[in-house]
T-cell receptor, first 115, second 112 residues
Framework: DTGVSQNPRHKITKRGQNVTFRCDPI?????LYWYRQTLGQGPEFLTY????????KSRLLSDRFSAERPKGSFSTLEIQRTEQGDSAMYLC?????????????FGAGSRLTVL | GNSVTQMEGPVTLSEEAFLTINCTYT??????LFWYVQYPGEGLQLLLK?????DKGSNKGFEATYRKETTSFHLEKGSVQVSDSAVYFC???????????FGTGTRLKVLA
């Protein structure tokens, strides 16, 4: 078990460019989440997948953001036409559906800086 | 709506001091409560959890008790170490939903 892996760890881009982040969850986990964390704040929920189905999207996720999880394995988060306000740490987490508390395992995050 | 409020940091303590980080919540239904810790350069890690009223979560010397009457889940440790320096996040997850609501985090700095 290698944990949740996110790539790239750091991305610096110019305003207006597109960026894509990848998340590889723990292999047996069927739930996958994306969160965004800005400096001095707690993580904010963006979207959630159960297997390959995207079941919920936050209002924070504008039309410029799209997430996919083909075949219920890895996931990608794409941001089109980036804006300076998109600068943040993008966190991926996964969990296994069971009857207990929904415990999330987080990756180390992908830090985006938009110049 | 659901929310989590944590005490603001940073909290600076000397090694072996007693730690309390306050956390209160607002939620409909009966949430599960969590403390996560984030060490520099690393992802958030689950520290402890409690799923119902009066449950006590504990791990690595840290404890927190789910108090429904005061809607609180304060984190405590009797004797902190330099290695406990990190940011601590309180969070809740309500039954039937899958997303967490996090507090803003409390930075702890322990001095030798």
């Amino acid at each position: 078990d290698t944990g949740v892996s996110q790539n790239p760890r750091h991305k610096i881009t110019k305003r207006g460019q597109n960026v894509t982040f990848r998340c590889d969850p723990i292999s047996e986990h069927n739930r996958l989440y994306w969160y965004r964390q800005t400096l001095g704040q707690g993580p904010e929920f963006l979207t959630y997948f159960q297997n390959e189905a995207q079941l919920e999207k936050s209002r924070l996720l504008s039309d410029r953001f799209s997430a996919e999880r083909p075949k219920g394995s890895f996931s990608t988060l794409e941001i089109q036409r980036t804006e300076q306000g998109d600068s943040a740490m993008y966190l991926c987490a996964s969990s296994l559906q069971d009857t207990g508390a929904n415990v999330l395992t987080f990756g180390a995050g992908s830090r985006l800086t938009v110049l | 709506g659901n929310s989590v409020t944590q005490m603001e940091g940073p909290v600076t303590l000397s090694e072996e001091a007693f730690l309390t980080i306050n956390c209160t919540y607002t939620a409909t239904g009966y949430p599960s409560l969590f403390w996560y810790v984030q060490y520099p350069g690393e992802g958030l890690q689950l520290l402890l959890k409690a799923t119902k009223a009066d449950d006590k979560g504990s791990n690595k010397g840290f404890e927190a008790t789910y108090r429904k009457e005061t809607t609180s889940f304060h984190l405590e440790k009797g004797s902190v170490q330099v290695s406990d320096s990190a940011v601590y996040f309180c969070a809740l997850s309500t039954s039937g939903t899958y997303k967490y609501i996090f507090g803003t985090g409390t930075r702890l700095k322990v001095l030798a």
